[in-house]
């Protein structure tokens, strides 16, 4: 990991080294943090945060579902995450705000420990690589099921969650894959393990509509950019079949932005390289996240 200088933690710009933890830190051991992930774009208007609010929206709300009280306002961790940024004097980067149950007490009952906060920045690139985002990756189902609503919290952007993801994805990886695809506890298609999945039949956008999905910011903008340029989307139940015999598929994530799935368990999707729809839409995006599409300016969080 390439280091930036400063991290907020708890109020205060710390040195990167100094932005360490208890080792009886509860939320190591039992899991029990939220955290959001964010990207800062360069743009002819210097650096700019994507969606700020509604990333730290969802930070707030993660917290609620897990009963933790964040010591601060959403609108003293979007200062907070902004002038983070500044301080790291970067033109981008990936934006890591993390509200934790720290020191305290030992035990599975949280409630005894305090709220620990934290902003890391760092320079992150294409999260699986340029190759991939141009020519697009290849995902295989996996033998995980996602993590069931009343198992866990799917809505939620826990820590705790991420074994489940970080099951899968070493799973696909020793398997020779680049990402594998979760499907629910119903057998229905639900995410990647760091994504939302979308896939193009006949001209129709379609993503899943599980309650087992991160409900991702990155969709949320794919379905408006989509809809904006009058393709139709559907949300619907979605199966490994659909996947196979579809024309285009992609993920789309904070970190994965929109990245080409040329393959399936196998299976070539469509012809096996990125489909037109699956192109557009990662132009416009680009342009969208960088400031260069009009209609979109109140996405974006100008630092300086
Ligand atoms: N699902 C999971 C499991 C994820 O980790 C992510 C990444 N945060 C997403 C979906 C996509 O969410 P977003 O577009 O908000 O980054």
Same mark, same amino acid.
């Given at each position: 990991m390439q280091e930036l200088r400063l991290i907020w933690r708890n109020g205060k710009l710390v040195d990167w080294q100094e932005a360490t933890t208890h080792i009886l830190t509860h939320a190591l051991h039992y899991g029990t943090a939220v955290f959001e992930g964010i990207r800062c774009y360069k743009t002819k208007k210097g650096p700019a945060v994507f969606r700020l609010k509604e990333h730290v929206r969802r930070l707030f709300d993660s917290a609620h579902i897990i009963k933790m009280? #964040?010591?601060?306002?959403p609108g003293e961790i979007e200062k907070a995450i902004v002038e983070t940024v500044k301080a790291n004097e970067v033109e981008e980067c990936y934006i890591r705000p993390v509200a934790f149950r720290g020191y305290g007490e030992m035990g599975v009952d949280p409630t005894r420990c305090e709220v620990d906060c934290a902003i890391a920045t760092w320079c992150w690139g294409a999260y699986m690589g340029d190759k991939g985002l141009k020519e697009g990756i290849r995902a295989k189902i996996s033998s995980y099921v996602r993590t069931y609503v009343n198992s866990g919290s799917p809505r939620a952007k826990t820590s705790a969650n991420y074994l489940n993801s970080a099951l899968a994805k070493m799973e696909a990886k020793e398997l020779g894959y680049d990402e594998a695809i979760l499907l629910d506890i119903h057998g229905f298609v639900a995410e990647g393990s760091g994504e939302n999945i979308f896939y193009v039949k006949d001209g129709i956008l379609y993503t899943p509509h599980s309650y087992? #999905?991160?409900?991702g910011i990155t969709r949320d903008t794919v379905i408006k950019i989509a809809e904006k340029i009058g393709i139709l989307i559907r949300e619907t139940l979605c199966t490994r079949d659909d996947l196979y015999l579809a024309d285009e598929a992609f993920f789309t994530g904070t970190a994965a932005e929109i990245t080409p799935i040329v393959e399936v368990d196998g299976r070539r999707i469509g012809e096996g390289k990125p489909g037109p729809l699956t192109r557009k839409l990662q132009e416009i995006f680009f342009r969208v996240v960088r400031g260069e599409e009009p209609g979109y300016e109140n996405w974006l969080t100008y630092v300086s």
């Open positions: 009280a #964040i010591p601060y306002t087992s #999905i991160l409900l």
